[in-house]
């Protein structure tokens, strides 16, 4: 046990702390240990890579490209699928059936693509004669009323040939729209492909802020043992700032005193002028979680009108089975898109995400990666999620470890 703890670099002082004083990072690697030490048949692992720093996502990947046991992983983490999973079981969210795709990640994405094109192909291509039928069984009965009315009309001349030819013309008209109402029946039905609920994600923007939004003059924060700093740093106006270190190397320490939450031990602390700061925090505590969500989400967002709150939750997956609902008692993916609700119905410029992707499902990531990319203010980012990264443009990204702060 203690060779693990410390290849999982967490200090000793933790054995003797309660399991609830530890932060995100700690509690994942924790488990992690623990994992490393178990004798087991068939290990599952529900969202593993939360809260692991870049060397624990290694050791875990590592561990399960390397154990021979059956696994069954719920993950969300991209770049972890694409280096461990042999096999992708889908839960179809319409159907409430399970699919299952041989080959990793990358190959069960491509059939994906793949699939959805020839779906969409046989559905436009029914579509459409479907539609070349039913137009062409309408002009044919056309044709044949036209048919029938001129042959119930006496020709000037009396000619019972002329008659006789129109009415054998309306026989053979009748006939044909009897041939097409056959094709028509014959024609497979193929349903049109379900387009499930997507998020529909963007962030309010306020009024720019100053040239300046944050700024820490040999500023030193203490928390227990832990000490951050001296730090001298300053974030200007829409730049872009990625916060990377392992876990206890003071990233969120580092946004709590940027944002003045934090009391100074040493040095300054300045926030710019106009700064409106809109915050997901790694507990996802924007909301309170004694109340109701419905109550709760209007507090922090501040929509006023109940129908209004309920129709922006609504737009992210929270209706009425949930509005109802303290928001302790919600899932943690549930709580993660009732803090995004909040946040985007707020004018702000300065987005403040620690760990944003943490329960949060493959299309809602993707519309948060495309929302923090059209978003023109100012963003402070602290992940340890890799295609996330590599989605936003950032443009300056500081590194942490054991309390000191350098740019790279």
């Known amino acids: 046990a203690g060779e693990v703890w410390a290849e999982l670099e967490l200090p000793p002082r933790l054995l003797d702390q309660p399991t609830a004083s530890l932060s995100g990072g700690e509690a994942a690697r924790s488990q992690l240990a623990a994992i490393l030490l178990s004798r087991h048949d068939i290990l599952l692992l529900d969202e593993p890579t939360n809260d692991l720093d870049f060397a624990a996502l290694g050791r875990l990947e590592a561990f399960v490209a390397a154990h021979g046991a059956p696994m069954a992983i719920v993950s969300h983490d991209r770049a972890f699928l694409e280096r461990t999973i042999t096999a992708v079981l889908v839960v179809d969210d319409h159907t409430r059936t399970a699919s299952r795709f041989e080959g990793g990640w990358l190959a069960y994405l491509e059939e994906q693509t793949v699939a959805a094109r020839h779906a969409a192909e046989a559905y436009e291509g029914y579509a459409s004669t479907r539609t070349e039928l039913l137009g062409r069984i309408r002009r044919q009965r056309d044709w044949s009323t036209q048919g029938v009315t001129k042959a119930k009309k006496n020709p000037k001349d009396n000619d019972k040939a002329q008659r006789g030819f129109f009415t054998n013309k309306t026989e053979k008209q009748a006939s044909k729209v009897r041939q097409s109402e056959k094709a028509l029946s014959r024609l497979d039905v193929v349903d049109k492909p379900w387009e499930p609920w997507e998020l529909r994600l963007s962030f309010e923007a306020a009024p720019r802020s ?199």
Do not use: M
Not at 233 to 259: C, F, H, M, Q
Not at 279 to 290: S, T, Y
Not at 342 to 355: F, P, Q, T, W
């Open 210 to 408: 100053g040239a300046v939004v944050a700024r820490l003059d040999g500023a030193v924060v203490r928390r227990g043992s832990f000490t951050l700093g001296p730090v001298d740093l300053e974030i200007g106006w829409a730049e872009r700032v990625a916060i990377l270190g392992p876990n206890g190397s003071g990233k969120s320490t580092l946004l709590g005193a940027l944002l003045g939450r934090l009391a100074l031990e040493e040095g300054t602390h300045h926030l710019g002028a106009g700064v409106v700061v809109g915050e997901i925090d790694q507990g996802r505590g924007v909301l309170d979680e004694a109340r109701p969500l419905l109550a709760a989400y209007q507090a922090a967002s501040g929509v006023d009108a109940a129908s209004d709150a309920r129709t922006r939750l609504a737009k992210f997956g929270l209706g009425a089975d949930h509005v109802g609902r303290t928001v302790g008692s919600l899932s943690p993916g549930e709580r993660t898109r009732a803090t995004l609700a909040a946040l985007a119905a707020r004018g702000v410029n300065c987005l403040v995400l620690d760990e944003p992707t943490n329960h949060l499902d493959l299309p809602a990531i993707e519309q948060l990666e495309e929302a923090v990319e059209a978003f023109e203010g100012t963003v402070l980012l602290v992940t340890h999620d890799r295609r996330l990264l590599e989605a936003v443009s950032v443009t300056r990204t500081f590194r942490l470890d054991a309390g000191a702060v350098t740019e790279t």
